[in-house]
């Protein structure tokens, strides 16, 4: 059996477009996908499927997404360069560009429009399990959730991070993904109780920690990346960095230290970077001591960066 069709690119008024529209959008989807404006359609869709939920990230044209009344999960949209519009049965629905709204795809004809071009993603949330947790979230149906919420804020953060590396995940590290975003979820719709409290526990502390890492990773090279500068960024204290770092196993300060490292093994390695300096290469990585930089290296791979350059070149 052919694989349908996920993205599509060109005139939506051929037999190609059709044939999209009814072996992905209808038959897959669950939605019909219908054009606004004139020209040619263009949309990239790349879904990633959890345990607990079901990830889809599109980019394009901007489009009119019309659920066919089949399916009885919850939908969180978002768009970060779009406003949207449209109505959930006989709810209005008109939301900022980066904010978000919740979606019911069981009323037919419910549907959401992006009203410019950029990115649409979606959450697919068991129905029955989100209730559970947060009996208010089919209140909050067509409303519009700010962005700039922390919660909504660290939920968005952590949806980029879990819809890219899904696929390279074991079963375990997908499952816990999978389950920190839905507490993620339900604390961003208003949790309570014992709910709220597992999902504090679970979901904030796991996306808060994958923040973290990240931010640090983006400032690798700065001579200005401090863990009281994070804490202020994240609005934390220091001390609850690094008890989220302990809680894994290592330090903050370990942490710094093994990716600066790992960086500057990259880069030694890295053809491209054969006339760079070692001195250069250190700077690159972070280290601003360079009889520091050397001492660390040969202490963590047991070899000088000019003995791993050498065996790079050697290599090739």
């Given at each position: ?89 006989k709810r209005p629905l008109e939301v900022a560009a980066g904010d978000i709204t919740i979606g019911d795809p069981s009323i ?209």
């Open positions: 059996m052919t694989q349908p069709q996920l993205s599509f690119d060109g005139d939506p008024n051929g037999a190609a477009y059709e044939q999209w529209r009814e072996q992905f959008c209808r038959q897959v989807a669950n939605v019909d996908f219908v054009p606004v404006g004139e020209g040619r359609v263009h949309r990239t869709i790349a879904p990633a499927i959890l345990p607990r939920l079901r990830l889809s990230a599109s980019f394009g044209t901007p489009m009119s997404f019309v659920s066919l009344g089949t399916n009885d999960e919850l939908v969180i949209t978002m768009s970060p360069n779009s406003a949207l519009r449209g109505a959930m049965g037919k004809g419910a549907q959401i429009t992006q009203l410019a071009y950029g990115n649409f993603q979606t959450a697919l949330l068991p129905r029955k399990a989100l209730l559970r947790a947060c009996p208010n979230a089919e209140d909050l149906i067509a409303r519009s959730i700010s962005g700039a919420n922390p919660i909504t804020s660290m939920f968005l953060r952590y949806y980029d991070l879990a819809h890219a590396h899904a696929d390279k995940l074991a079963p375990a590290g997908l499952d816990a993904v999978s389950q920190h975003l839905f507490d993620l979820a339900v604390l961003m719709l208003g949790a309570r109780g014992d709910a709220a409290e597992e999902a504090q526990l679970r979901g904030l502390a796991a996306a808060r920690f994958e923040a973290l890492k990240s931010d640090i990773l983006a400032q690798l090279d700065s001579p200005a990346l401090s863990l009281s500068d994070l804490a202020a960024t994240h609005r934390i204290s220091p001390r609850s960095i690094q008890l989220l770092f302990e809680r894994a196993g290592i330090t903050y300060s370990g942490f710094v230290l093994e990716q600066r490292l790992l960086r500057a093994e990259r880069l030694l390695r890295n053809p491209a970077m054969r006339s760079r300096k070692i001195i250069e290469i250190a700077h690159l990585a972070g280290f601003h001591d360079v009889s520091y930089f050397h001492r660390a290296f040969r202490r963590r791979f047991g070899a000088t960066p000019d003995d791993v350059r050498k065996l790079a070149g050697e290599a090739e």
